[in-house]
């Protein structure tokens, strides 16, 4: 008999001390939904703008896919059509005034040199993305290999 009330007392913490646990994580893990709880639906945020000032931005290392620094809605990339090659493609770039297409981007898995974009990079948006005018929704402490170095001759070390 004392050994089942002993039991009971144990199942009884065991459970208060699981509530505890996972509300506190519930209370941490509200991710980007924010604290609208999971049966309810929240109010969308506004779709933001997408930054179309036609300025080239810096990469933040060298083999970086450069942000796109114009609006891209609406440009088709399918089967039969890409928008961003009748821009960007080595024929149109005279016309267009658009940088074009690296060479890397002509190039198949052997290294060859193809006359048109390789099937490995025909879907542009997989690597390249238009930026969105709004704060951003995480917090990022990266720094490039400049700020790195100035950092290191400054005497501050690489942390
Ligand atoms: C109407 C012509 C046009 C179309 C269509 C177009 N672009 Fe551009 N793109 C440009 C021009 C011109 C620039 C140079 C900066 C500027 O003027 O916006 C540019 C810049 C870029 C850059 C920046 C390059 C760098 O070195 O920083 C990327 C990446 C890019 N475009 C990708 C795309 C992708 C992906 C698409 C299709 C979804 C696309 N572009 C469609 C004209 C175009
Ligand atoms: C697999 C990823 C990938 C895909 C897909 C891709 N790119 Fe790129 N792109 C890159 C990378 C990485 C760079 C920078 C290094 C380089 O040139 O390879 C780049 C560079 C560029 C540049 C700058 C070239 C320069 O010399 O400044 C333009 C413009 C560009 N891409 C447009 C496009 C367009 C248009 C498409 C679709 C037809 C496309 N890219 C598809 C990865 C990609």
Request: charged residues 20%; glycine residues 4%; hydrophobic residues 40%.
């Given at each position: ?5 002993r039991?009971?007392a ?13 509300t ?26 997408e ?9 933040n ?28 493609s ?12 690296s060479?890397?981007h002509?190039?198949?898995r ?13 879907f ?7 930026q ?12 490039d ?15």
């Amino acid at each position: 008999m004392r050994e089942d009330n002993r039991r009971f007392a144990f199942a009884v913490a065991l459970a208060a001390a699981l509530v505890t646990v996972s509300t506190a994580l519930a209370a941490e893990l509200t991710g980007l939904r924010g604290t609208v709880p999971i049966d309810q639906e929240a109010a969308p945020p506004p779709i933001a703008n997408e930054v179309n000032d036609d300025k080239r931005q810096a990469r933040n290392y060298p083999e970086q896919p450069p942000v796109i620094p114009h609006q891209i809605r609406d440009y088709p990339i399918t089967l039969n059509a890409n928008k961003c090659l009748s821009c960007h493609s080595r024929q149109f770039t005279a016309q267009s005034q658009a940088p074009m297409i690296s060479v890397t981007h002509f190039m198949d898995r052997d290294g060859q040199i193809l006359a048109s974009v390789t099937a490995r990079r025909y879907f542009c948006t997989q690597c390249h993305v238009s930026q969105a005018d709004a704060p951003p929704l995480g917090e990022n402490t990266f720094r490039d290999i400049d700020a790195i170095i100035g950092a290191e001759r400054a005497g501050e070390g690489t942390q």
